[in-house]
């Protein structure tokens, strides 16, 4: 069974420009997350999805960031103007059981 | 303020002893996770603990979850170089429907 599939798996890029992220999440897994981690710490959850509709976006910075996932598989998330303090993994995980999360590799997100 | 408290932050051991890792919280949870991350990959998931007082075997490693559900242990007998790598703790909160991680436990097992 393939698993979570992220890409790019690395960004880098000038401040104030945009970068967006993409996830294809595990065939029948509903429920798809976008985890922002830094340095050090753990991953901390920025939007959660159920199918198509975004049912926690409350960590999501939405001056800057924004997220979709159309036909409820595959997601998008995009960060627009990025700033030097973007810079993190960005995880995308998904879940049948919903305390049991399977991560991709995550995208690490240089910002200059 | 991490929600999850893990010790130690890092922890650094010659091949074949062993060692425990500490996942506290003042908060009830209704399930706890183990994951491990290697340098470049997402966390793995290697365990999820669901009953107060329950302890759960994955070969050379047991953890345990804490009667009240605000903590849980990891330990690993006969450490291998293998075993490196980051482990985070994650509590499963119903109010909220969320998974909260810890800041993680750098393990570094040196041959």
């Known amino acids: 069974e393939a698993g979570v599939v992220q890409s790019p798996r690395y960004k880098i890029i000038e401040k104030k420009q945009p970068v967006a992220f993409w996830c294809n999440p595990i065939?029948?897994?509903?429920?798809l997350y976008w985890y922002r981690q830094n340095l050090g710490q753990g991953p901390e959850l920025l939007i959660r999805y159920e199918n198509e509709e975004a049912v926690d976006d409350s960590q999501l910075p939405k001056d800057r960031f924004s997220a979709e996932r159309l036909k409820g598989v595959d997601s998008t998330l995009k960060i627009q103007p990025a700033e030097l303090g973007d810079s993190a993994v960005y995880l995308c995980a998904s879940s049948y059981v919903r305390d049991e999360q399977y991560f991709g590799p995550g995208t690490r997100l240089t910002v200059t | 303020t991490q929600l999850l408290e893990q010790s130690p932050q890092f922890l650094s051991i010659q091949e074949g002893e062993n060692l425990t890792v500490y996942c506290n919280s003042s908060s009830v949870f209704s399930s706890l996770q183990w994951y491990r991350q290697e340098p470049g990959e997402g966390p793995v998931l290697l365990v999820t603990v669901v009953t107060g007082g329950e302890v759960k075997k994955l070969k050379r490693l047991t953890f345990q979850f804490g009667d009240a559900r605000k903590d849980s242990s990891l330990h690993i007998t006969a450490a291998q170089t293998g075993d490196t790598g980051l482990y985070l703790c994650?509590?499963?909160?119903?109010?909220?429907?969320?998974?909260?991680f810890g800041a993680g436990t750098i393990l570094r097992v040196k041959s």
């Open positions: 065939s029948g897994h509903n429920t």
């Open positions: 994650a509590g499963f909160m119903e109010y909220g429907n969320k998974l909260v």
